[in-house]
Each structure stands twice: as structure tokens, then as C-alpha cells.
């Protein structure tokens, strides 16, 4: 029997990271949404956020316009869509990671991916890890 498939987070700084080195674990995590292995898990702020971070740095990735756009596509097309119904800010050491923590407990997800662990400390309270693009590696490999 397979293992079941992970439900992930994607925090925004492993998509840049992914999108800038192909030589990482955040590649890694991007072949592995590609492949099937993990299931990511969106918010329309989350969308918009990744569209925010893509277009700001779209020199620095070297992507087009229509590569960003067919890329949010793409995440849209393949992940989980979870609607927020509830706001309880600030729990976070950084507020601006607050609406990840939101969409993991609305969405029952336990895993938040991120290079930034350490910002979501306080998310075990809600039954969420926060782990790194090589830890998910790890524990899916």
C-alpha cells in the first residue's frame, strides 16, 4: 500500500528559492508538487502573495510575464482551495506569516513549509509544523 500523500503549506520564500536555484531543496519540493508527491494548499491571499514576490523579483528569476501567469496557474490548478471564514491576528512572532497558520489549521493541514522556522514557533499549538524544504525531503524520500 502507497504512502499516503503529504498536504503542505508552501511559504512563499521555498517558491522564490525554488524558482532561483535549481541546485536546492526548495527545487526539490517544486519537482516533488510536480511529480505528485505532495499536495500544496492555497488561500487566495496565499495566491496573491506568490504573484506579489514573482512579479516584484521577475527580473532576478528571469521570467516572463505569461511564465508567472501559467505558473499561478498551474498552483491553482493543482492544489487544495481553502476559504479563511476566521481572523484571530496576531499569534505569530511575524504577523505577516499569520495567514499561513490560518490556512493550515482552516484547511487541516499540519505542515507549513518554510525557510523561516523559526517564525512559526508558535504554530505547535494549533497542531502545525513548520519544517524545512529539506526536512520535507526528508521525511518523504
Known amino acids: 500500500m502507497?504512502?499516503?500523500k503529504r498536504r503542505i503549506i508552501l511559504d512563499t520564500n521555498v517558491l522564490y528559492a525554488g524558482l532561483y536555484s535549481s541546485k536546492g531543496a526548495s527545487f526539490k519540493v517544486l519537482q516533488a508538487i510536480e511529480q505528485d508527491k505532495v499536495k500544496t494548499v492555497i488561500s487566495t491571499?496565499?495566491?496573491?502573495?506568490y504573484e506579489d514576490i514573482l512579479k516584484r523579483n521577475?527580473?532576478?528569476?528571469?521570467?516572463?510575464?505569461?511564465?508567472?501567469e501559467s505558473l499561478l496557474d498551474y498552483f491553482c490548478l493543482q492544489s487544495e482551495h481553502q476559504k479563511i471564514h476566521y481572523l484571530w491576528r496576531p499569534c505569530l512572532s511575524d504577523p505577516n506569516d499569520d495567514?499561513?497558520?490560518?490556512l493550515a489549521v482552516a484547511s487541516g493541514t499540519s505542515l507549513i513549509v518554510t525557510h523561516n522556522t523559526k517564525d512559526f514557533r508558535g504554530a505547535t499549538e494549533f497542531g502545525v509544523r513548520s519544517i524545512?524544504?529539506?526536512?520535507?525531503?526528508?521525511?518523504?524520500s
Do not use: N, R, W
Open 2 to 4: 502507497g504512502k499516503k
Open 45 to 49: 491571499t496565499l495566491l496573491f502573495e
Open 58 to 68: 521577475q527580473a532576478v528569476l528571469g521570467l516572463s510575464d505569461e511564465e508567472i
Open 99 to 102: 495567514h499561513l497558520l490560518e
Open 132 to 140: 524545512t524544504p529539506k526536512e520535507l525531503m526528508e521525511e518523504i
